[in-house]
């Protein structure tokens, strides 16, 4: 009895002290436990097949193994799929957005857990923004083995449709699917310390006055666009 007790606490011991602070989206996407149904299931399915007739994109760039560049760290698991333009629903956004995607990592917009402390730093000079959670970088790489490892199984003949559309759930429940309103960040408080980040007075006065992106939050998308001659009246 207390020779399996000690053999628990040993055990206990080993996990904690090998097992560092993980990857926050690898363990939000482990901890993903309830999955589509029914007619869910099938929208789903359909999605996915949709995405993959509209858009068959391939990794622009092959593995690597030093990430120093700064074209390099913006290469992570997502953009394996998604590529380097992943935005295209918004007519009024897209550009803008597929921007930022160069210059800030995917997970600064879609991975905003509620009472999740995040910091945002650049952790290449001149290197996409990124966030960091309790020391760990938040974004996967992508040459992580984890990367691989979904990329296998998703592109794998011998995956079912349904087991496809499961992980595909799992990979994006945990994201914030509408990404981060441009004010959040452009106006007064900002979701990034733009002076630790390393932007200059001038930078920072034009980041936060952006008309541009004062503005386009209060576009609305059903609104027809805007003609040359409504202007000119
Ligand atoms: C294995 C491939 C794959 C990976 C990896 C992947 N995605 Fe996706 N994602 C897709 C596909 C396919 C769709 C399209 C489904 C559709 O058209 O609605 C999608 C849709 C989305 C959407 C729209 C979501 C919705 O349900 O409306 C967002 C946002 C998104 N992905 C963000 C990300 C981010 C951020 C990452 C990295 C953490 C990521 N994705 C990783 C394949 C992937
Ligand atoms: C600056 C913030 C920001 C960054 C960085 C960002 N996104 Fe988004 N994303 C958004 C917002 C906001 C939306 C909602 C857009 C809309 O209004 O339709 C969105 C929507 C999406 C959608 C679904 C709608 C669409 O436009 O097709 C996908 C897919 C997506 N993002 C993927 C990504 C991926 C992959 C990355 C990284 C390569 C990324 N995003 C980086 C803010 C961002
Ligand atoms: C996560 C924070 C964040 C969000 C959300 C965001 N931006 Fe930005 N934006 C930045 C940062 C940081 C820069 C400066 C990028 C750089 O120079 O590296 C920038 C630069 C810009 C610039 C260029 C400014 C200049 O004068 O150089 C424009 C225009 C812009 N953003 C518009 C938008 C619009 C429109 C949206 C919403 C669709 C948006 N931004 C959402 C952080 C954000």
């Known amino acids: 009895m207390r020779g399996g007790l000690r053999l628990r606490f040993c055990a206990l011991l080993l996990t904690t002290t090998t097992v560092q602070a993980g990857n926050l989206y690898l363990e939000r996407m482990e901890a993903v436990t309830s999955f589509p149904e029914g007619e869910e299931m099938h929208e789903l399915i359909r999605r996915i097949d949709a995405h993959g007739q509209q858009a068959p994109r391939r990794l622009e760039t092959p593995p690597f193994h ?39 990592d995917c997970l600064v917009c879609h991975l905003r857990p509620e009472g999740v402390p995040l910091t945002y730093l650049r952790p290449v000079a001149d290197g996409p923004i990124e966030a960091s959670h309790a020391g760990e970088a938040v974004a996967v790489p992508a040459d992580a083995p984890a990367a691989d490892r979904i990329l296998e199984r998703w592109e794998g003949a011998a995956l079912s449709k349904e087991a496809k559309a499961r992980l595909h759930h799992r990979l994006h429940e945990p994201l914030d699917r509408e990404g981060t309103p441009c004010g959040e960040c452009h106006g007064e408080p900002s979701l990034l310390d733009l002076q630790a980040l390393g932007f200059t007075e001038e930078e920072r006065w034009r980041i936060r006055e952006n008309r541009i992106a004062r503005f386009i939050d209060r576009v609305e998308e059903e609104a027809p666009p805007l003609q040359l001659r409504e202007l000119l009246r």
């Open 66 to 104: 030093h990430r120093t560049s700064r074209e390099d760290r913006a290469v992570t698991l997502c953009r394996r799929c998604h590529g380097a333009l992943p935005h295209r629903r918004s007519p009024a956004r897209r550009a803008f957005l597929n921007q930022h995607a160069g210059r800030i």
